[in-house]
């Protein structure tokens, strides 16, 4: 197999919930234990990378120095809900590259104690009259029930599956597994979705610490397995018009980019963390993968496959639907997911097989474009 040869030697993170400490806090404590997971000291990390959507100036500086790496060439990337996916495709590359060794990757936000957890931007007309992201992903789940019969207990199956993976998660925001009905009778949202359609504001903090194939040995004899990043795609969305409202061609595009640079096909894909902030996201989303044909992915939903004992696996984790979505770290999450999956180290939620992963987010809007910025990972057990 070709591709990138970066390895995910530590990963961390906290529970992501409702939390008294700050950002910054809870970004030291998940850096801090990726570090110990890792079994290396600050002085073998060469950057940092931390991705944060409303961390202020200089976030990422703040968690280095509570972290022990103050001094070091430290970016803050904000990319919207892609921000944690985006800090991880940078730092791999400049691994890659040559240009560091080792590196902290981290992400972290607190967002339970504002009113919404993005609000429209400047300019965004769109947001302003009404089209924000639960209206957005309303319309969307309309169009597809009306395009490809889609109905409600389908749909409500999705947070079903979500949250019985999330109740094995001891890090999930959400612990209590939830029924069809009850999806179906919680609070309306924006018809067709209901309160259990949609992800909550959590508050987290996510890191790994990633470096080069000279220590993929000592991570093989730590953890028993070596986790290599080998593929990544990070696109933004068009504005010629050139997509359909129920294909996410930005996610097809940066999934095809990543699976290229891993040197795989989709049909390589033993398991998945995908961006379900709302239920009807994780189909549009899966499909948009290409690990279904689009139109599809509800009908083998009720078949099984996307359970964790069926053939390819979605968001063992709980997703966001229940593990939580702290934004800026809800990518590092899903890469600490897949990292403890392929070591073998995921106790009630462990899958079988899981040598081949992909993890994927969105997010943002952009008023005439199909959306933000989409990141993929591609993560293979060496």
Not at 66 to 83: F, H, I, K, Q, S
Not at 103 to 120: H, L, T
Not at 261 to 279: K, L, N, P, Q, R
Request: net charge negative; with cysteine; proline share 3%.
């Amino acid at each position: 197999m070709s591709g990138l040869e970066v390895y995910v030697l530590g990963v961390g993170m906290t529970p992501f919930t409702k939390h008294d400490e700050d950002a910054v806090t809870l970004g030291v404590r998940a850096v801090g234990a990726a570090l110990e997971d890792a079994g290396m000291e600050v002085h073998d990390v060469d950057a940092l990378y931390a991705g944060h959507v409303h961390g202020g100036m200089v976030a990422g500086e703040r968690v280095g120095a509570g972290a022990g790496l103050a001094g070091l060439p430290t970016v803050n990337v904000e990319n919207a809900c892609a921000t944690g996916t985006t800090a991880i495709i940078e730092a791999a590359h400049a691994i890659a590259a040559g240009r560091y060794d080792c590196v902290v990757a981290c992400g972290f936000e607190k967002v339970s104690d504002r009113k919404g957890m993005i609000s429209p931007a400047d300019g965004d007309y769109e947001g302003e009259l009404g089209l924000v992201f639960p209206a957005w992903h309303a319309m969307s789940g309309r169009l597809y029930m009306h395009t490809h019969g889609l109905t409600r207990d389908q749909l409500s199956l999705v947070a079903v599956k979500n949250r019985k993976n999330g109740a094995r998660n001891p890090l999930s925001h959400f612990k209590q597994e939830v029924t069809a009905e009850e999806v179906a009778a919680s609070r309306e949202i924006a018809s067709p979705l209901r309160l259990y359609d949609c992800c909550p504001k959590s508050d987290g903090g996510a890191a790994v610490v990633l470096g080069s194939r000279r220590f993929a040995d000592e991570s093989r004899r730590r953890h028993g397995r070596a986790v290599a990043v080998k593929g990544t795609g990070l696109v933004s969305g068009r504005a010629d018009g050139a997509y359909e409202p129920l294909f996410e061609d930005v996610t097809a595009r940066a999934a095809q980019a990543a699976y290229a640079e891993a040197g795989i096909h989709s049909s390589g894909v033993h398991f998945a963390e995908v961006h379900d902030c709302f239920t009807i996201a994780e189909g549009l989303r899966v499909e948009g993968l290409g690990l279904c044909e689009p139109g599809t992915y509800f009908r083998q939903l009720e078949e099984g496959r996307w359970f964790p004992e069926g053939r390819t696996p979605v968001n063992a984790s709980g997703g966001l639907l229940a593990k939580g979505h702290p934004l800026g770290a809800t990518g590092v999450g899903q890469l600490c997911e897949i990292t403890t999956q392929m070591r073998g180290a995921a106790g009630d939620r462990q899958l079988d097989k899981v040598d081949v992963a992909i993890a994927h987010t969105r997010g943002g809007s952009v008023p005439g474009t199909e959306g933000g910025s989409c990141g993929v990972l591609v993560c293979v057990g060496d």
